[in-house]
């Protein structure tokens, strides 16, 4: 019987029977004890995983948010008319996140917006590249915000 735990048997799995290894039980963990050169070398490999998972983790956030588009707002008219305002945005950020930035940035609430693209609405949760109109990198879009009564 082979009694070498096994990476892929549980820990408290019994004996398996007519099981061959290639190993014998030595009833140790290992001979001897680690050599610091081979401790080093451990960590300098963890160390370049790190930096290797950190930078494939920045370029998949970077894929997320897409690249930035540029929005022509056509807000609704006060005393002087219609007003535009323009905002540079990450593709991937969602209409109603759009919304805040219009209630931070121009006083008007929320709730009370509504986004129309080419007349048609835009809804809360999509994102702006959810939208075939909205195109990184072609020429501005215009997005008319009307109030709800």
Same mark, same amino acid.
């Given at each position: 019987?082979?009694? %070498?735990?096994?990476? &892929?048997?549980?820990? +408290? /799995?019994?004996?398996?029977?007519? &099981?061959?290894?290639?190993?014998?039980? *030595?009833?140790?963990?290992?001979? @001897?004890?680690?050599?610091?050169? =081979?401790?080093?070398?451990?960590?300098?490999?963890?160390?370049?995983?790190?930096?290797?998972?950190?930078?494939?983790?920045?370029?998949?956030? /970077?894929?997320?948010?897409? /690249?930035?588009?540029?929005?022509?707002?056509?807000?609704? @008219?006060?005393? +002087? @008319?219609?007003?535009?305002?323009? &905002?540079?945005?990450?593709?991937?950020?969602?209409?109603?996140?759009?919304?805040?930035?219009?209630?931070?940035? &121009? @006083? %008007?609430?929320?709730?009370?917006?509504?986004?129309?693209?080419?007349?048609?609405?835009?809804? +809360?949760?999509?994102?702006?590249? =959810?939208?075939?109109?909205?195109?990184?990198?072609?020429?501005?879009?215009?997005? *008319?915000?009307?109030?709800?009564?």
């Amino acid at each position: 019987r082979c009694f %070498i735990r096994h990476s &892929h048997r549980r820990r +408290d /799995a019994l004996p398996v029977r007519n &099981h061959t290894c290639p190993q014998p039980y *030595t009833g140790k963990a290992r001979q @001897g004890p680690r050599q610091p050169s =081979d401790l080093n070398m451990n960590l300098d490999a963890l160390e370049a995983s790190r930096e290797q998972a950190s930078k494939q983790k920045q370029e998949e956030s /970077a894929a997320e948010r897409g /690249a930035d588009l540029l929005v022509v707002l056509q807000l609704p @008219g006060g005393p +002087d @008319g219609p007003q535009q305002a323009e &905002h540079r945005l990450p593709a991937g950020v969602t209409v109603a996140y759009l919304k805040l930035v219009i209630e931070q940035q &121009h @006083g %008007i609430p929320s709730s009370t917006q509504c986004l129309k693209l080419a007349g048609k609405p835009m809804l +809360d949760p999509f994102s702006l590249c =959810d939208y075939p109109a909205l195109k990184a990198g072609q020429a501005p879009v215009s997005i *008319t915000v009307e109030l709800l009564s």
